[in-house]
């Protein structure tokens, strides 16, 4: 009584796996991957990986909430990508903040080699992709 300890309970379902190959890495509660391929990386709370997307040395911190289905038909008639990772990416050696959109067939590999640079809604530290907290990626980039 003298020094309890607070928890905060999430109260997630459990991930929902389809199909997916996942070696050595670390998958949080209540994500959703659809045949991904997922390498040396952690996947945090919330995260949604769509299919044919590979990760290999990523750090994806997830989503402080899940999307409605009336907030993803406004994301289509918008344009805008949806919280979490389109179809068909490739995302090497990255740390993808919360919230983050990126589109499908968007390449995030960092194959130049540059060690330190800015640009719109990413920046490369060390030669690692920082995608910030929020940023949207539209279909078909390549970093």
Not at 15 to 30: C, P, Y
Not at 79 to 108: H, Q
Not at 131 to 141: G, S, Y
Request: a neutral charge; charged letters at 25%; one cysteine or more.
């Amino acid at each position: 009584m003298s020094a309890p300890i607070y928890t905060r309970p999430r109260f997630l379902p459990g991930t929902k796996v389809r199909n997916a190959q996942i070696i050595n890495s670390i998958i949080n509660e209540g994500c959703i991957i659809n045949e991904a391929t997922i390498r040396r990386s952690i996947v945090g709370i919330r995260s949604r990986i769509e299919s044919g997307t590979h990760f290999d040395h990523v750090l994806m911190m997830g989503a402080d909430e899940y999307e409605t289905v009336d907030e993803l038909q406004q994301n289509r008639a918008a344009g805008r990508p949806d919280i979490g990772v389109g179809k068909f990416c490739t995302v090497r050696n990255a740390i993808l903040d919360k919230g983050v959109r990126i589109g499908n067939n968007v390449r995030l590999l960092n194959e130049s080699g540059v060690r330190e640079a800015d640009g719109p809604n990413y920046c490369i530290r060390d030669g690692i992709i920082i995608i910030p907290k929020e940023a949207v990626i539209p279909d078909n980039t390549t970093i």
